[in-house]
């Protein structure tokens, strides 16, 4: 119990030696001494209660003033910058979706087996490589056979057309009747029809034939084939074979709000309209070029899509990615400080303008952030000096000693 007393006393005392270092304004070894002789002179508890309930009582405004503010005299260091004037661009950031421009679904137009498949799976195709063969070995015999059919029709024909001009010359000189005259333009007629059925149909079996063999109609990146060979398809089968996707050119899809939509309008006119997309973990970027403003604003959100055409030659942006874009409307000529140098307070944003020596608080209207810089719409003016580092010791008129930006800062 006595040990517990004594620690307790102790921190008791540490607790009122703090407290009044802080409301005397202890500095130096000479004050110390003098607040042990005052402490000395203390005869009973009533006393001490007395002279701890002074110690911290409010000081008179009147005594606070002519004893002064032991801040006041403060030196605080800071690293200033100026304020300039310079070229910055007026961007819109959105998320992005990138979409391909062209996806085509492969799949079979025949009732047939796969005998072959042609390319690997995720591979680079061009246009009209070779990826499926199917086995169209029954249309190749009907091809043969309507082939002859063909042939035999021609002879006939053949010897139709001679019969006739044979019958002609007869009955010019009366030795054959025109019934046979007759007789025989007909059967010119009927193989004449009989060549030009069996050749329509021969040429329907060779666009069949023709389906046998399935090649790319667009340059892209293949999917893995959904079936191999020895795999029967169907026009009706609900999965395709294989989708192929163009990489080069793609496009990227943002939506900005409708009160964008006239800048946007007018870049797009000029042709200023610059997009630069960023992909999560890589750190090069996409540059591209508006090219389509959807004709409708969405009136949930009042958010309107707008669409770019990137060239995308390496392949960094695959479809389907969520990218974060950058839309440069324009150029302006504008007064910027680094974004570090704005406070946010109760009443708006401020900077501490250094001037003779001392901060000043000014409030100042940002109109937009680009990267780092804050753009600056009224407050300052270029050639004024801000504070960069140290704000928490500032106040409206604290005293300050600028210090060189620290190396690699």
Not at 8 to 31: E, F, K
Not at 103 to 110: D, F, P
Not at 263 to 290: S, W
Not at 359 to 368: C, D, E
């Amino acid at each position: 119990m006595k040990v517990r007393n004594f620690l307790i006393g102790v921190a008791a005392v540490l607790a009122l030696a703090g407290g009044v270092a802080y409301t005397q304004g202890i500095r130096s070894a000479d004050d110390v001494m003098a607040l042990a002789r005052r402490v000395q002179s203390v005869q009973s508890v009533d006393e001490a209660v007395a002279w701890v309930r002074r110690l911290w009582a409010p000081a008179p405004a009147a005594a606070q003033k002519g004893k002064g503010n032991p801040q006041a005299g403060r030196v605080v260091p800071v690293e200033v910058t100026p304020v300039v004037r310079k070229k910055l661009p007026v961007q819109i950031h959105a998320l992005g979706t990138v979409t391909p421009i062209a996806s085509v679904a492969i799949k079979a137009r025949l009732e047939t087996m796969i005998t072959a498949v042609h390319f690997a799976d995720g591979a680079m195709v061009k246009k009209g490589d070779l990826l499926f063969t199917l086995d169209g070995r029954h249309f190749e015999a009907q091809i043969r056979e309507v082939d002859a059919i063909i042939t035999s029709a021609k002879a006939q024909l053949e010897q139709s057309q001679r019969d006739l001009e044979r019958y002609s010359e007869l009955a010019a000189k009366n030795a054959a009747t025109q019934v046979q005259v007759n007789n025989t333009r007909t059967q010119v007629n009927i193989w004449t029809a009989a060549v030009n059925s069996n050749t329509a149909k021969l040429e329907h079996l060779r666009v069949q034939l023709g389906y046998c063999t399935i090649r790319s109609p667009i340059t892209g990146r293949i999917s893995a084939a959904n079936v191999k060979a020895g795999n029967f398809v169907r026009p009706a089968d609900v999965a395709p074979l294989a989708t192929i996707i163009q990489i080069a050119p793609v496009y990227v899809s943002f939506t900005v709000p409708q009160r964008d939509l006239p800048e946007v309008r007018v870049a797009l006119a000029e042709e200023k309209a610059t997009v630069v997309v960023a992909v999560p973990g890589e750190t090069k970027r996409a540059t591209g070029q508006v090219t389509m403003i959807e004709n409708t604003v969405d009136a949930a959100t009042g958010m309107v899509v707008i669409r770019a055409t990137m060239p995308n030659a390496d392949e960094m942006l695959w479809p389907g990615t969520l990218v974060t874009t950058q839309l440069q409307l324009r150029i302006e000529d504008v007064v910027s400080v680094p974004s570090l140098t704005v406070q946010t307070g109760q009443a708006g944003t401020y900077v501490f303008v250094i001037k003779n020596g001392a901060a000043q608080v000014r409030p100042v209207k940002v109109a937009r952030t680009v990267d780092h810089e804050s753009v600056i719409e009224s407050g300052l003016a270029p050639g004024e000096l801000v504070a960069t580092d140290g704000q928490l010791l500032l106040g409206n008129g604290t005293k300050v000693r600028v210090r060189n930006r620290k190396a690699g800062a």
